[in-house]
């Protein structure tokens, strides 16, 4: 049973700060990209930022400089913090599990990260 459990979302003002969580469970973690990817009501899903096995990360444009994904392979948890939040980036936030070389994904069901003074 694979399942990838978000935590940490909730309502935080403009410019502020929030650290949301993902915790896999089912998958051999260390070896899997993980990612974040977000969708606002009546948008695409999209990419957020993603961190290999290896540590190597990618940031959409958006959030580079604001946000930084990050994973602890002991355990078993990946995070994303953003900080100098804007209304724009108000989404759920989904975490993302992608084993290399294989076409495997999977997602969690989401966590609500709105900004909004």
């Known amino acids: 049973q694979v399942q990838l459990v978000e935590s940490g979302g909730g309502l935080v003002q403009p410019g502020g700060s929030l650290r949301v969580s993902c915790a896999p469970s089912?998958?051999?973690?260390?070896?899997?990209?993980m990612g974040w990817y977000r969708q606002a009501p009546g948008k695409q899903r999209e990419m957020v930022a993603t961190?290999?096995?290896?540590?190597?990360?990618n940031y959409a444009d958006s959030v580079k400089g604001r946000f930084t994904i990050s994973r602890d392979n002991a355990k078993n948890m990946v995070y994303l913090q953003m900080n100098s939040l804007n209304p724009e980036d108000t989404a759920v936030y989904y975490c993302?599990?992608?084993?290399?070389?294989?076409?495997?994904?999977?997602w969690g069901q989401g966590t609500q990260v709105t900004v909004s003074s």
């Open positions: 993302n599990a992608r084993r290399p070389t294989y076409n495997r994904y999977y």
């Open positions: 961190i290999t096995s290896g540590g190597s990360t």
């Open positions: 089912g998958i051999t973690f260390s070896i899997y990209t």
